[in-house]
């Protein structure tokens, strides 16, 4: 699953959200990856978090917090 967002503010930037199996070798965990690229480089971006699948949903409920 992959999924681009436009970025709010930029004329280009994209955030880019996809699951990414074995990021650091074989049986390694798999992750939730958050790119921002302002130049709309999904593939390439800038700036670039790996967050463990575990940790997910509360990563997610904090984020629904800040609204």
């Known amino acids: 699953m992959s999924k681009t967002i436009a970025l709010s503010g930029t ?3 994209v955030i ?3 699951k ?5 070798g074989k049986k390694s ?7 921002i690229s302002l130049a709309g480089n999904a593939k390439e971006p800038e700036w670039k978090v790996h967050l463990p699948m575990d940790n997910l949903e509360e ?4 984020l629904q917090d800040l609204k």
């Not at 965990?29 to 790119?35: H, N, R």
């Open 11 to 13: 004329k280009k930037g």
């Open 16 to 18: 880019s959200v996809s």
């Open 29 to 35: 965990a798999s992750v939730a990856s958050i790119g």
């Open 20 to 24: 990414i199996d074995e990021p650091y």
């Open 59 to 62: 990563v997610i409920k904090a």
